[in-house]
């Protein structure tokens, strides 16, 4: 009982001392955020600054599991239960909460200006004004490429222009030489796959706007991948093991040189440069080709206020401060990540903490951002877009998986997505 | 009591039969696979992150070897190479470039030697990777977190003992009207797990204004059937003379409950004990749903906050993994006897 | 029986202030002060009404927390639409289960338009069974080996029970660990001079290994039931049967089965309703897949109302419900067993 005793005690102390934090500072917003790798201690650090610049706000960092983001967030949401502000990946998702600051920003042409495009992402159909927040991190989809099998392999990497084709059959060259088990992997994403679909045309939405899916691109891209899990060049490991929409990625492999060519993104450069150290050459490539354009998937999280908080004016303050460009500069360079910033992206970064390698990749996809086609903007952009990424992941692995051919999963593809938005729309 | 069994039963004490020799063999088979895993799972929490990806895995944690060597300012790792002429010695390398390395006798800095990655292996020492522990610890507010799930699971399992006794009590000893009821209830919600009511029971705990409390982990749980189940089943062996006597001697059904009824079920109140902590300390799902501030997290969800959107730190949770289970696995080291004895006892009939 | 005074250093860990003669006075001074009003109210409305009293606390937080959920979970199943709280939410009657029950063939899942729910229900009744009959199975060989006359069966005992007390997370995460492709039992099947298996990749070995896992997770609780069994079995019938020279396997046969049974009953039924409800162990161990070929039921109703954008709660508490109802008609089977063996 002593023990019971004591925590009471330890909790009353708990208590007493967050009432006595509460007592200096005047306000006290929460903000929920995820980590993939470093950013978490780096926006610490930039919000320990904010408070020492503005003794009247406190701001708490709770961290949580991403599953925590994309499940509970928006239950939480609903409820009307969540914090003052969160970084949130499923923008679209969760734009219904988010909170337009534009009415409390000193200069809301700073945040049209640098942050526009993203901007858009973030807003309701119809919505051409809010500002909710502003992007911690601007995701591009892009192969990595393990060059030094290549080298063991005395085989010449495919030119920059070169199609998917192209790198399939030299990453099979290689790994049959060098005896990697992965030639090409993808991750298990739909954002990922629609990267590759797009490059063989697939258009996504049709001239009215709404969803129509399964076009002859996408339909190209498929049955690349179908085709390539046929014949060896990827391995089942990844699209064929999980059920559902659940995520698998193949940094892992990637790291321990088994993977020839890795299509992924941007996010992973942080780790990489951490982790393969001086193991082997390791280089960001610009996305193959195919008949339509060379262009990746944009992608990202941003940091926004939300609707319910007591505390716009502050909320506005905060994420005024964290966008500004020193502050925003320092994030992106200390978390390696490319900047969702256009001033800063124009200007270039200097990552400082990278090594050559990293600092090698972060440019490429850099450059990368220029390439986009409108229609992946268009599907980053829809409000919607997890339904349509998770019904192609979630039968597509099916597909390969030898549950049902292709065709069957094209149909389910089409009447998950009607479904899902039919029930959204359920008034 | 001398316990027969049908393999002792024929069997002279002394000579060995083939069966005994199956059975240790079993048990030791046992001890392997029950215990093995979870050695594997310490041993890995101390690897680096390059080296728990590693095929095929070491034993133990290991890490390479380095030197620091006169005229390189970074201290240089050391690989043994497969020389040209096939005999083998162990060098340290300057750097790599492509498919070739450059690399330095250890013991004569000058001599250099071009050699190629595939013919070099690196030189490696038992090493403790203990940063995979202090890193997120630091970075979290871990006592803070521990007290959470202290405090989560004592109280819980504390107002489980009492009310599921109680109830337990009621539908074993006495008749009333309704009992039958009672105990469909009971029996029923045996069945329900607590995934498929999430959302209802979230919504239940907004309208008591419990998000982001601790009672709100605490309570949904508190009344699990069962605890009444396994109590209650319990109860029903207790002689009835003891109770009758009792009531003769004019205590109060509060005092035959508390004085008499849990001292004789402190066998299946140990089970339950254990089971409540077990299940207090492991829980995921439900306090990830209404636990959102830091303040109030308990150790699952605040150690858990390594798996990313696109990437897991493994070396964090593996290290993470084994902070969680040591309390328990240290409880049941000091109780295993009474809830092991307890269990067996427990009649289940 | 093992009673407190036998085991004075567990006890005191315990709060049965049963032993306040010898714990803290604290707890003496509790006992006294609830005893009083206790007694009092019991005066004020009567014996016969105490047992109201000892349920009340229970069924309060049970009603709260189980039935109120339940009936909102009902109303869920038979509203439509995103909305979280119930009184947003549109009827749509039975449009949720026709939903769920629009099949070609029953047999088929892929005729189903909800085929995942479908592949969800087979595939779990596959696990169960063959989980059930491991289980059962490996429990009653440990328990009759525990049984035997054998040094340190207090530690061999403690070490089979030892996995129960891991929480499913970290069970199926240790054995992703050992089962992945660059894992320890590749890395020794590689040494012995064999193929790597990708474990979790091929239908048939996920399925085995979900089930091997969740047996190796849940064996020693139901082994020590089987040995409480075996334990309460006079020694006297197995003395009848040495001085008859009856065969081993016989008297195991015809005498120590037949007297385990009631016991075993228990044991299957609380496998079967445990392997029914099976999520996060396997779920964690392989997510599902290959494909959907370990995809639970209770998998699926979390991942409709969670996983997917569209939080799709109507869906999932219809699927619930339908699991609701199979895993009561267990509980009533089990029930009504039980009342005609008392009677």
Redesign the interface.
């Known amino acids: 009982?002593k023990?019971?005793r004591r925590?009471l005690l330890?909790?009353a102390l708990?208590a007493a001392s967050?009432g006595f934090s509460q007592a200096q500072a005047q306000t006290t917003l929460?903000m929920?955020w995820?980590?993939?790798?470093n950013e978490?201690?780096v926006m610490n650090s930039l919000l320990r600054r904010f408070e020492e610049q503005n003794k009247d706000i406190k701001v708490?960092?709770?961290?949580?599991?991403?599953?925590?983001?994309?499940?509970?967030l928006?239950?939480?949401l609903?409820?009307g239960?969540g914090?003052d502000l969160a970084r949130v990946?499923?923008l679209?998702?969760v734009a219904r909460y988010m909170l337009d600051l534009r009415p409390h920003l000193k200069d809301p042409a700073y945040f049209e200006a640098n942050f526009g495009p993203f901007l858009e992402w973030m807003r309701l159909p119809g919505d051409t004004s809010s500002i909710p927040g502003y992007m911690t991190q601007l995701t591009l989809t892009g192969p990595f490429v393990n060059?030094?099998l290549f080298?063991?392999a005395n085989i010449p990497m495919p030119a920059p222009k070169a199609t998917w084709e192209d790198w399939a059959k030299a990453a099979k060259d290689v790994a049959a030489k060098v005896q990697a088990?992965f030639p090409v992997a993808i991750?298990r994403s739909g954002h990922r796959f629609f990267s590759l679909a797009i490059t063989q045309g697939a258009q996504v939405f049709n001239d009215k706007g709404e969803p129509a899916v399964v076009d002859d691109g996408f339909k190209k891209g498929a049955q690349l991948v179908y085709d390539w899990h046929k014949n060896g060049v990827m391995s089942?490991?990844l699209w064929?093991?999980?059920?559902?929409?659940?995520?698998?990625?193949a940094?892992?492999e990637f790291?321990?040189a088994q993977v020839v060519m890795y299509e992924?993104?941007s996010?992973?450069i942080g780790?990489f440069d951490k982790?393969i150290?001086?193991?082997f050459?390791w280089v960001a490539v610009p996305t193959p080709c195919g008949p339509a354009n060379c262009s990746g998937m944009p992608g990202g999280?941003a940091l926004v206020g939300i609707k319910t908080t007591q505390h716009p004016k502050e909320v506005a303050r905060l994420i005024e401060f964290l966008a500004s460009e020193p502050v925003a500069e320092e994030f992106y360079a200390r978390s390696l990540f490319v900047p969702g910033h256009l001033g800063l992206a124009k200007k270039g970064l200097d990552y400082k903490d990278a090594s050559p390698q990293g600092k090698a990749a972060l440019k490429v996809f850099s450059e990368g951002v220029s390439g986009l086609s409108p229609v992946a903007n268009k599907l980053q952009g829809y409000v919607?877009n997890?339904?349509i990424f998770?019904a192609v992941i979630?039968r597509l692995?099916?597909a390969?998986?030898?549950?049902?051919t292709l065709d069957?999963a094209y149909k389910?593809i089409t009447?998950d997505v009607e479904q899902?938005?039919a029930?959204?729309n359920?008034? | 009591m001398s316990i027969a069994t049908i393999v002792t039963a024929r069997r002279d004490a002394k000579s060995w039969h083939w069966t005994d020799i199956a059975a240790y063999a079993y048990l030791i088979l046992g001890v392997f696979l029950m215990f093995g895993p979870v050695l594997w799972l310490g041993l890995s929490s101390f690897k680096t992150q390059a080296s728990l990806l590693e095929f095929p895995p070491s034993l133990l944690p290991m890490s390479q070897k380095e030197v620091t060597l006169p005229g390189f300012p970074q201290p240089l790792p050391l690989f043994t190479v497969t020389m040209e002429d096939g005999s083998s010695r162990v060098l340290a390398q300057v750097r790599r470039v492509g498919i070739q390395a450059q690399m330095v006798d250890p013991a004569d800095p000058t001599q250099q030697f071009r050699v190629a990655i595939d013919k070099r292996v690196p030189v490696r020492e038992f090493a403790l990777a203990t940063e995979n522990y202090t890193e997120p610890l630091e970075r979290f507010a871990f006592p803070q977190f521990l007290a959470n799930s202290v405090f989560v699971t004592v109280v819980a399992t504390l107002i489980t003992l009492l009310i599921n006794s109680m109830a337990a009590y009621a539908l074993s000893i006495y008749e009333f009207k309704g009992k039958n009821a009672a105990m469909l209830a009971v029996i029923g919600t045996l069945m329900i797990p607590i995934t498929i009511i999430l959302v209802p029971v979230y919504l239940v705990v907004t309208k008591l204004g419990l998000v982001n409390s601790l009672w709100a982990v605490i309570l949904p749980g508190a009344a699990t059937p069962t605890g009444v189940f396994l109590l209650r089943q319990y109860m029903l062996t207790l002689p009835r003379d003891l109770i009758e006597a009792a009531r003769m001697d004019k205590a109060s059904e509060w005092q035959i409950y508390w004085r008499i009824v849990m001292p004789l079920t402190l066998p299946a109140l140990a089970v339950l004990t254990i089971f409540s902590i077990m299940w207090r300390w492991n829980e995921f799902l439900w306090p990830l749903a209404v636990l959102t501030k830091t303040e109030v997290y308990t150790l699952q969800i605040g150690l858990n906050a390594f798996q990313g959107e696109l990437q897991t730190q493994w070396q964090y949770l593996l290290a993470m993994t084994v902070m969680t289970l040591t309390p328990v696995a240290v409880v049941f080291v000091f109780l295993q006897r009474f809830i092991t004895t307890g269990i067996a006892n427990t009649g289940m009939k | 029986m093992t009673l407190s005074s036998k085991n004075p250093p567990a006890s005191s860990a315990l709060a049965g202030s049963a032993q306040t003669r010898r714990t803290s006075p604290f707890l003496r001074q509790v006992a006294r002060i609830v005893d009083w009003p206790m007694a009092a109210l019991q005066r004020l409305i009567g014996e016969r009404r105490m047992p109201y009293v000892f349920l009340l606390p229970n069924l309060f937080f049970f009603g709260l927390f189980v039935f109120v959920p339940i009936a909102i979970n009902f109303w869920y199943s038979v509203t439509g639409g995103p909305a979280l709280f119930p009184s947003e939410r549109p009827y749509v009657g039975s449009g949720q289960y026709s939903y769920l029950f629009e099949c070609g063939s029953y047999a088929d899942p892929s005729s189903c338009r909800e085929d995942h729910f479908w592949r969800g229900v087979y595939n779990t009744v596959t696990f169960s069974f063959f989980q059930v009959v491991a289980m059962v199975g490996l429990s009653l060989l440990t328990a009759v080996v525990l049984n035997m006359k054998i040094k340190g069966r207090g530690f061999f005992r403690a070490v089979y029970f030892f996995p129960v007390l891991l929480s499913p997370v970290v069970v199926a995460l240790i054995w992703k660990w050992i089962l992945q492709r660059d894992g320890i039992l590749n890395a020794w099947i590689t040494a012995m001079g064999g193929d790597r298996v990708l474990f979790l990749t091929e239908p048939t070995w996920a399925m085995f290994w979900a089930i091997f896992v969740s047996v190796w997770s849940h064996m020693g609780f139901y082994t020590l039931i089987l040995l409480a069994g075996l334990q309460a079995i006079p020694s006297d019938i197995y003395e009848a049967a040495e001085m008859d020279a009856t065969p081993r396997w016989r008297v195991f046969w015809r005498l120590t089965l037949p007297l385990l049974w009631p016991n075993l009953v228990v044991v299957i039924v609380l496998a079967l309703i445990r392997a029914v409800q099976t999520f996060d162990e396997v779920f964690v161990l392989t997510g599902g897949g290959p494909g959907t070929s370990t995809l639970m039921v209770v998998q699926y109703i979390y991942e409709t109302a969670f996983s997917n954008q569209v939080q799709n709660f109507g869906l999932a508490a219809a699927a619930s419900v339908v699991l609701g109802i199979v895993l009561f008609a267990l509980t009533l089977a089990q029930l009504a067993y039980t009342q005609r063996k008392s009677s």
């Open positions: 009982m023990a019971t925590m330890g909790c708990v967050l929460r929920t995820y980590s993939d790798g978490g201690e708490v960092l709770d961290q949580v599991p991403f599953k925590a983001i994309n499940e509970n928006p239950v939480q609903a409820a239960q914090p990946a499923d679209g998702g060059k030094t080298e063991q088990p991750d089942k490991e064929g093991s999980v059920a559902g929409t659940a995520y698998r990625g940094n892992d790291k321990n992924s993104g996010w992973q780790q982790t150290g001086n193991a050459d999280a919607n997890r339904v998770n979630s692995g099916q390969i998986a030898g549950e049902a069957e389910r009447a899902q938005i029930e959204r359920k008034k």
